[in-house]
T-cell receptor, first 113, second 114 residues
Framework: AQSVTQLGSHVSVSEGALVLLRCNYS??????LFWYVQYPNQGLQLLLK????ATLVKGINGFEAEFKKSETSFHLTKPSAHMSDAAEYFC???????????WGAGTKLIIKP | GAGVSQSPSNKVTEKGKDVELRCDPI?????LYWYRQRLGQGLEFLIY????????KSGLPSDRFSAERTGESVSTLTIQRTQQEDSAVYLC????????????FGNGTRLTVT
């Protein structure tokens, strides 16, 4: 069965520092992988997705993620954190058998001024 | 274009009452999902509709929960005899039926059971 693990329920970084949010997945077939962001009192919105076209995927708001098959990882990064990045971030993998998404538990990103 | 619309945005109800939550998906999206998100928690899958196929109800927590969808249009999630533990944000999402198609979420309905 496919699964997604996000390491760290909370990550705190200083404004201007590197953001690194970790996501590891298990999948027996090449996966489709997604990162979503949820701002307070809103639904989730897509940040970026991996669909095998390129291992380094660029998303909105300066975020990017690198697919590493050997490490079964899809970590999310941003070179310089901004206060507006404070939100919860969810990693998900698509179940190829029924097209449903398997969700990680989420990581809350806290930005310190 | 129009996104996923959910109504009401907030609902306060007394314990024991029934509630109905509505979701209008993006036109042309054959897949529709309901999720529950308790305060500070992740997403809890409830139910999945795909076209005219039988829905995947495996996530519904009890028989007090039910959902319907008319074709590829509006969906309603009904909770009967609400309990305080039902208090949460209920999120609806829609997508095309492809493994690489992202989900588009509504802003959710915040349900408070008093």
């Amino acid at each position: 069965a496919q699964s997604v693990t996000q390491l760290g329920s909370h990550v705190s970084v200083s404004e201007g520092a590197l953001v690194l949010l970790r996501c590891n997945y298990s999948s027996s077939v090449p996966p489709y992988l997604f990162w979503y962001v949820q701002y307070p009192n809103q639904g989730l919105q897509l940040l970026l997705k991996y669909t095998s076209a390129a291992t380094l995927v660029k998303g909105i708001n300066g975020f990017e993620a690198e697919f590493k098959k050997s490490e079964t990882s899809f970590h999310l990064t941003k070179p310089s954190a901004h206060m507006s990045d404070a939100a919860e971030y969810f990693c998900a993998v698509s179940d190829s058998s029924n097209y449903q998404l398997i969700w990680g538990a989420g990581t809350k990103l806290i930005i310190k001024p | 274009g129009a996104g996923v619309s959910q109504s009401p945005s907030n609902k306060v109800t007394e314990k024991g009452k029934d509630v109905e939550l509505r979701c209008d998906p993006i036109s042309g999206h054959t897949a529709l999902y309901w999720y529950r998100q308790r305060l500070g928690q992740g997403l809890e899958f409830l139910i999945y509709f795909q076209g005219n196929s039988a829905p995947d109800k495996s996530g519904l927590p009890s028989d007090r929960f039910s959902a319907e969808r008319t074709g590829e249009s509006v969906s309603t999630l009904t909770i009967q005899r609400t309990q305080q533990e039902d208090s949460a944000v209920y999120l609806c999402a829609s997508s095309l039926r492809q493994a690489n198609s992202p989900l588009h979420f509504g802003n959710g309905t915040r349900l408070t059971v008093t």
